[in-house]
């Protein structure tokens, strides 16, 4: 593994600095890739690309600060994204050591996710080991492919495609590509995971990827593209699939204890550790409250982040989604911390609850990072239908499955086409809060602009985006350091 990692610090140091000499020799891998556990090796070093990606976990963060349901404390440069101040540089987040939690990490992790999936794909294939394994692995590797891609072309639109390991510096630089050619890639990549991956059981290796899991990134990359048949083909082939199903309570989801029995709804995860060996993240010391005080979310808490009031206001009383939010916590005294103490910044904190473990380590949790989850699924199997078909009786079975776990009764009958995924998209907000998802809901159908502004409180009482902030600008370092890497044209 070694020889792995200082072949590829090699060629990304050659390719992300501008050289003023000529490189004579390079370090490559001729002595690996030759045995199964080299190649059990090799995928895990690629799923590793995860784990620093949801670290921060900037995936979360810079996206779910700029939508309309949480919001962080002013401090270390996170308002930045909450009020579309930040630059090409992410000047504030450098100067601040918080690039983890920018899109920087974002576009580092997911280049370093793909640069080792292709190792994989182009060396595994040819060792001699068990082949059931061997063709899972490379279909591993072709989802994490798929799924950086993805990632990285909904933060940012047109990005490199990166489908060859870099070998020299001559195959390690490549230009943008157009937003639809990257799905291309991301939808070939999923084609051939598909065929190579095994269907979900309880005995997989949690967090590795599987033939579902494939399959509802599929749909949920076709929703993006605004493919809409494919997008509902992929979520309909999970759902008759029988592997995933809704948790019959919403708060087991998320429930650290109850993790491998409610993987039935959480198709693929961040698997955070508390322990070593393991990743985890800081998402659960930030939503917690300040000073460690709140038993139930873990034993270190930072009051850093907090729902808006007017999110909490949205729900419907008898929505069982509302109790992962809450406007009191118990502290470490067995005292009841009244909604105005719960933060010096506003005496409206609302807290999420998504990301509790009382049994933390101190600030590593074991709670994990839902990613694809079947109710996500569902929702997605709604809106293609929708966009195909308007308010047709399937679109309506699709949410009001969600809508019945939560407690609430069937959608309104027999809305328009354009009231139906209205209310489907604020049906996302209140199902998928706080996941990472709703900034690109809003961005994907171009609302952010109309929606965003109202999204304010005392805290921030003014937020204005412009158009150019519908993708995050490509890091302006690696524009320096690559010049087939082109800004994005709003950002130049």
Request: one cysteine or more; charged letters at 20%.
């Amino acid at each position: 593994m070694k020889k792995i990692l200082i072949s590829l610090s090699l060629v990304l140091a050659l390719s992300a600095c501008e050289l003023q000499e000529t490189p004579y020799s390079s370090i490559f891998t001729e002595n690996f890739y030759k045995t199964a556990g080299d190649a059990e090796a090799a995928i895990t070093s690629a799923y590793a690309a995860i784990g620093d990606l949801y670290n921060g976990p900037a995936p979360l963060m810079d996206s779910d600060f700029s939508a309309d349901q949480v919001y962080p404390r002013p401090v270390v440069a996170r308002n930045t994204y909450t009020l579309f101040t930040y630059d090409p540089a992410y000047s504030a987040a450098v100067s601040f050591t918080r690039s983890f939690e920018s899109p920087i990490q974002t576009w580092l992790s997911c280049y370093k996710g793909i640069e080792k999936s292709n190792w994989v794909i182009e060396k595994v294939p040819a060792i001699a080991m068990d082949t059931k394994r061997r063709d899972e692995i490379v279909g591993e590797a072709l989802f994490l492919r798929a799924y950086f891609h993805w990632m990285l072309t909904k933060n940012f639109g047109d990005v490199l495609i990166k489908t060859t390991a870099s070998t020299s510096l001559e195959n390690a630089v490549v230009k943008k590509s157009p937003k639809a050619d990257v799905y291309k890639q991301i939808f070939a990549d999923l084609d051939k995971a598909v065929g190579l991956l095994p269907s979900y059981s309880a005995t997989l290796v949690k967090g590795r990827a599987f033939k579902e899991a494939a399959i509802a990134l599929h749909a949920k990359a076709a929703l993006y593209a605004e493919d809409w048949a494919l997008a509902l083909q992929k979520a309909q082939a999970v759902i008759t699939s029988g592997k995933h199903s809704l948790m019959p309570d919403i708060k087991d989801v998320f429930n650290v204890t109850k993790e491998d029995a409610a993987r039935v709804e959480n198709i693929f995860a961040f698997e955070a550790e508390s322990t070593t060996p393991g990743r985890s993240s800081q998402i659960m010391g930030l939503y917690a409250p300040v000073n460690s005080a709140a038993v139930e979310y873990g034993k270190t808490g930072f009051g850093s982040i907090f729902a808006y009031q007017s999110f909490f206001n949205s729900f419907d009383p008898k929505d069982k989604r509302r109790g992962l939010l809450d406007t009191t916590y118990l502290n470490t005294q067995g005292k009841i911390v009244s909604q105005k103490d719960i933060t010096p910044i506003t005496k409206q904190g609302v807290l999420v609850k998504k990301y509790q473990d009382a049994n933390s380590v101190g600030a590593n949790h074991a709670v994990n990072i839902q990613l694809l989850r079947y109710a996500d699924i569902l929702l997605i199997a709604a809106e293609a239908e929708a966009r195909l078909n308007g308010g047709s009786a399937a679109a309506y079975g699709y949410i009001n499955q969600v809508r019945k776990r939560a407690g609430l009764a069937d959608l309104t009958a027999g809305l328009s086409k354009d009231a139906f995924i209205a209310a489907l998209l604020q049906e996302r907000s209140w199902e998928l809060f706080a996941e990472g998802d709703r900034w690109h809901d809003l961005t994907r159908t171009n609302t952010f602009m109309t929606v965003i502004p109202k999204a304010v409180n005392d805290v921030y009482p003014v937020r204005t985006p412009s158009p150019k902030h519908r993708y995050f600008p490509i890091p302006q370092d690696e524009i320096n350091a690559n010049p087939g890497v082109e800004q994005n044209p709003d950002w130049k």
